[in-house]
């Protein structure tokens, strides 16, 4: 039987992820998996911004360097995650099915009911988050809300919520419900006020491109809606040239062989928002992807993103 070595975080829902996958794989009999915890850089500096520190790439470098030295045959990711930019010789295999994409405001657990949301925009509340993305979507709709850095894996930021560091904090749906705390979700932001990462709620794995065997092991479980999302969705992120520490959005959608996509380019400070959709096949979704992104483009995404990148630039050489 053929050992399959999985390289993982090693937070509650990286091994959730991991443990799926591995279950999948098995599930033939022609495979056992064994999962390799790699720390990161990013669960190493947990307490510091993001945009400090590279973005969302460092939780997944580390990972990535065991895969291409063939230290792990495989590596399972949070697609969000992943660089726009993949490391030569590395390569998307498959995904899981897509959990739900949105994002969800979840209250202090002594806490029901929250205003409607509406009302946050005149209501003076300490939203907790640690994406630059969610900040600058919801400052623009709740101009009255003061935006605090949250950061840490799912549990911890729930018990930063629940000992009053923040009034809610924002967090991926995906996330809770896979961790069994979707009972701590007050409410599902809509796409249009608050459009998620490209590649959310999706699990995404990873293997070298050489490497046949596990590539076609890891295609066959593949959720093919999911996959063709995530080809549109970071075709998005790959023409915009856009990393983890700028404010862009995309989220595919399909029905009966077509697909819908959306995506934005924010200012960090959520002064300029500019979205664009698309229609067309499925088996377009790549194609899809470029032409959104070239949408925005002409719509003037390229400064803001430039300005984006400075300003994080600058935060990282502080």
Do not use: Y
């Amino acid at each position: 039987m053929t050992r399959v070595t999985l390289g993982t975080r090693g937070s509650a829902l990286a091994l959730w992820q991991a443990r799926t996958v591995a279950t999948a794989l098995e599930r033939d009999g022609q495979c056992r998996c064994e999962l390799q915890i790699i720390k990161t850089t990013g669960d190493r500096l947990a307490d510091v911004n993001l945009s400090k520190i590279g973005g969302k790439q460092v939780f997944v470098k580390e990972i990535e360097q065991a895969l291409a030295e063939g230290r792990i045959d495989l590596a399972v990711h949070s697609a969000k995650d992943m660089p726009a930019e993949l490391p030569e010789g590395l390569a998307i295999a498959g995904v899981l099915p897509r959990e739900d994409p949105r994002d969800a405001v979840v209250l202090p657990a002594n806490r029901d009911t929250l205003p409607p949301l509406e009302g946050i925009g005149a209501t003076p509340v300490n939203v907790g988050s640690g994406s630059i993305r969610r900040v600058a979507q919801l400052s623009r709709a709740w101009p009255a809300a003061v935006f605090s850095l949250i950061r840490g894996n799912v549990g911890t930021r729930l018990n930063k919520l629940d000992d009053g560091d923040h009034d809610l904090v924002i967090l991926a749906a995906a996330g809770l419900r896979r961790l069994g705390h979707g009972d701590r979700i007050t409410e599902l932001l809509d796409p249009d006020l608050c459009l998620p990462a490209p590649g959310q709620g999706i699990v995404a794995i990873e293997t070298r491109a050489g490497d046949t065997d596990t590539t076609s092991r890891v295609a066959a479980i593949s959720d093919p809606d999911a996959a063709a999302a995530l080809e549109a969705e970071r075709a998005v992120l790959t023409a915009l040239g856009g990393g983890c520490q700028v404010p862009i959005g995309a989220l595919a959608t399909i029905e009966q062989g077509q697909m819908t996509l959306r995506g934005l380019v924010a200012s960090p400070d959520g002064a300029t928002l500019l979205r664009r959709e698309g229609r067309g096949a499925v088996t377009d979704a790549g194609a899809l992807g470029s032409d959104v992104a070239a949408g925005l483009l002409e719509d003037g995404a390229g400064p803001i993103l430039a300005l984006a990148a400075s300003e994080t630039s600058g935060a990282a050489d502080a």
